[in-house]
């Protein structure tokens, strides 16, 4: 079955440590995206990505960075510099960018930094 | 910039009650809107849609209209059911553009269903 597979599930880890979210879509679609979500305020876009080799920023995108060497792959960095990191990150992607699909989302990585 | 607007929760109700969860939108152009579905520990599923005006978006016994005029797409199920207790965000698309096609979600309301 096609899908969007997102590990680990819960990630633990130390402040001051970067950390790497794995995202991996079977479904060829060319748009992916991360958002990220917190009690009570609904999803929030950290960064999207068109095309291989290509990618914009969202609305929260400092302390992030993300990559798009595949198609199959949308890793999120989370770095040292994002202020607030513990969060559930969920990853996202649709055929493409410039039409109204809906996201299919992956079952997210619970981030918890101490 | 477009936002989307959903009656605060969490809600709770008995089993075979009336649902509604309200949600406004604001965009400049012609959205598309969703309805997604979380359940605990889950990532998002789409529950429905409504890509123009009028349209009704249906799915498990679940509704929504697109209201142009009142700028609205409320959910509405009759009958609800323990297994529908999840998160429900309301959401817009704005397509083309400079927007790339993302999506601008609501708060979340949560939904908790009793036997």
């Known amino acids: 079955d096609g899908g969007i597979t997102q590990s680990p599930k819960y990630l633990f880890r130390k402040e001051g440590q970067n950390v790497t979210l794995s995202c991996e879509q079977n479904?060829?679609?060319?748009?992916m995206y991360w958002y990220r979500q917190d009690p009570g305020q609904g999803l929030r876009l950290i960064y999207y990505?068109?095309?291989?080799?290509?990618?914009q920023k969202g609305d929260i995108a400092e302390g992030y960075s993300v990559s798009r060497e595949k198609k199959e792959s949308f890793p999120l960095t989370v770095t040292s510099a994002q202020k607030n990191p513990t969060a559930f990150y969920l990853c996202?992607?649709?055929?493409?960018?410039?039409?109204?699909?809906?996201?299919?989302f992956g079952n997210g990585t619970r981030l918890t930094v101490t | 910039g477009d936002s989307v607007t959903q009656m605060e929760g969490p809600v709770t109700l008995s089993e075979e009650a009336f649902l509604t969860i309200n949600c406004t939108y604001t965009a400049t152009g012609y959205p598309s809107l969703f309805w997604y579905v979380q359940y605990p520990g889950e990532g998002l599923q789409l529950l429905l849609k409504?890509?123009?005006?009028?349209d009704k978006g249906s799915n498990k016994g679940f509704e929504a209209t697109y209201r142009k005029e009142t700028t609205s797409f409320h959910l509405e199920k009759g009958s609800v059911q323990v297994s529908d207790s999840a998160v429900y965000f309301c959401a817009l698309s704005e397509g083309g553009g400079t927007s790339y096609g993302k999506l601008t979600f609501g708060q979340g309301t949560i939904l908790t269903v009793h036997p």
């Open positions: 409504a890509t123009k005006a009028d």
């Open positions: 996202a992607s649709r055929p493409r960018t410039l039409d109204n699909s809906p996201l299919h």
């Open positions: 990505s068109q095309i291989v080799n290509d990618f």
């Open positions: 479904l060829n679609h060319d748009a």
